[in-house]
């Protein structure tokens, strides 16, 4: 029984020591090192705050500088859109010109047809009045055989000039019908 007891009393003890806390001994801090770690602590957020407005000033940069792309762009957009109703314009302009130019042309060629027409006429007429002329004189025997000569190389003259015109009329309607 002795026995018992003291196998009780070491269990006994060896439990105490199991549940025993552990007490902490609270260690001197010195006042200058808390001031110190106070003041990085200052410093610290100083700097974090610091970091945070620079943060917000280049985001804040960042988007006026996007503004001002967005902005150099639309106007630059403008700028392309003026320079293209400038060349759409200037190309309408040149058609409007280039149809004018051709009204132009084609009126000059009907002017010419016209006017070579009338020469034509005109010395049509002339041609029939020196032919009766000078079938009338030739009919009353006062011409002579060189007189008649001359009259038959006038009248071959005027026929020639006449063939001559024809050639033009045939030439500006060519070219007319060519301009149509």
């Known amino acids: 029984m002795k026995i018992k007891f003291i196998?009780?009393?070491?269990?006994?003890?060896?439990?105490?020591?199991?549940?025993?806390?552990?007490?902490?001994?609270?260690?001197?801090?010195?006042?200058?090192?808390i001031k110190a770690m106070q003041l990085e602590n200052q410093q610290a957020q100083e700097k974090?705050?610091?970091?945070?407005?620079?943060?917000?000033?280049?985001?804040?940069?960042k988007q006026q500088e996007e503004a001002q792309r967005k902005v150099d762009r639309a106007a630059n957009d403008a700028k392309d859109a003026q320079k293209d109703a400038d060349r759409e314009r200037k190309k309408y302009e040149k058609a409007n010109?280039?149809?004018?130019?051709?009204?132009?042309?084609?009126?000059?060629?009907?002017?010419?047809l016209?006017?070579?027409?009338?020469?034509?006429?005109?010395?049509?007429r002339e041609l029939e009045k020196m032919q009766s002329k000078f079938e009338r004189a030739k009919s009353r025997g006062k011409l002579t055989p060189v007189e008649i000569e001359k009259g038959n190389v006038k009248i071959t003259k005027q026929q020639l000039k006449i063939s001559q015109i024809q050639e033009d009329i045939d030439s500006a309607q060519k070219k007319l019908n060519r301009l149509n």
């Open 7 to 33: 196998i009780i009393a070491l269990l006994f003890v060896s439990f105490q020591n199991l549940y025993a806390q552990e007490t902490v001994t609270p260690v001197a801090t010195d006042s200058l090192q």
């Open 48 to 61: 974090a705050k610091l970091e945070q407005d620079l943060k917000n000033q280049k985001q804040s940069l």
């Open 97 to 112: 010109k280039k149809m004018e130019k051709e009204q132009d042309r084609l009126s000059d060629a009907q002017k010419k």
């Open 114 to 124: 016209s006017k070579y027409q009338d020469k034509k006429q005109d010395g049509q």
